[in-house]
């Protein structure tokens, strides 16, 4: 798919006030500093469409993007960083979960997830909670760069074992990414484009 346009649309913390158009919409979500923002940056080839940072804790809103005039990429803020308030993390929690539990228009959610790093409990938790919820999804395995070519399938081989041991029958359809290298843009725009044409 080749984007044409990308454009910031609004920020906020209330599900009531996303964007009301019927549009098909999929959100990135992930541990803090996984790489959510840069992921947007990438796939729509804009430098500084959403904001990054070196220190996890940067995307604080529910972001919304739109994209070729017809379609959402929504940018949410991390989970599981250490550094914000007990209440912040609270309110995060309960506007992420409005959203994807309320959010109609969303149609898919990535999970983001750092190559370099074995399965950590609070991914598998809420891949477990959206599983639950009957909440569509993928993994991006995200910095690929970060880690040799060859080690690429052994890390992904370890991560579906920890996933099937936490319960899950099969691997769901997953990404490896390089924001930096932008691999895995193609297949990700292209996964997109095929879910938006059904
Ligand atoms: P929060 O908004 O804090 O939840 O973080 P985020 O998940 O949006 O992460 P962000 O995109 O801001 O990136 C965090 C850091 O990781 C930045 O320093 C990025 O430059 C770096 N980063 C992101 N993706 C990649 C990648 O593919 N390769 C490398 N080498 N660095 C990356
Ligand atoms: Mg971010």
Not at 31 to 57: C, E, F, H, Q, W
Not at 129 to 135: F, K, Q, R, T
Not at 160 to 173: D, I, R, T, V
Request: proline share 4%; aromatic share 12%.
């Amino acid at each position: 798919m080749k984007i044409t346009s990308a454009e910031f649309v609004i920020s906020n913390s209330e599900v009531s006030k996303c964007p009301k158009e019927p549009l098909p919409e999929y959100a990135f979500i992930g541990r803090s500093n996984v790489g959510k923002s840069s992921l947007i940056n990438m796939l729509t080839d804009r430098k500084y469409l959403a904001k990054t940072s070196g220190k996890p804790g940067k995307t604080q809103l529910i972001n919304h993007f739109k994209i070729n005039s017809n379609w959402f990429l929504v940018d949410l803020p991390g989970y599981g960083y250490a550094k914000v308030s007990k209440q912040t993390k609270r309110t995060f929690q309960r506007f992420i979960t409005k959203y994807f539990e309320e959010r109609e228009q969303l149609i898919s959610a990535f999970v983001l997830v750092d190559i370099r790093h074995d399965a950590q409990n609070i991914d598998l938790d809420f891949i477990g909670y959206l599983g639950e919820n009957g909440i569509p999804f993928s993994i991006i395995f995200t910095k690929a760069d970060k880690i040799g070519k060859t080690k690429i399938d052994k890390h992904v081989a370890t991560y579906k074992k920890s996933l099937l041991a936490s319960g899950w029958e099969e691997m769901p359809p997953y990404f490896v990414t390089s924001s930096e290298d932008k691999l895995g843009r193609e297949e990700l725009l292209e996964y997109i484009d095929n879910i938006n044409k059904n």
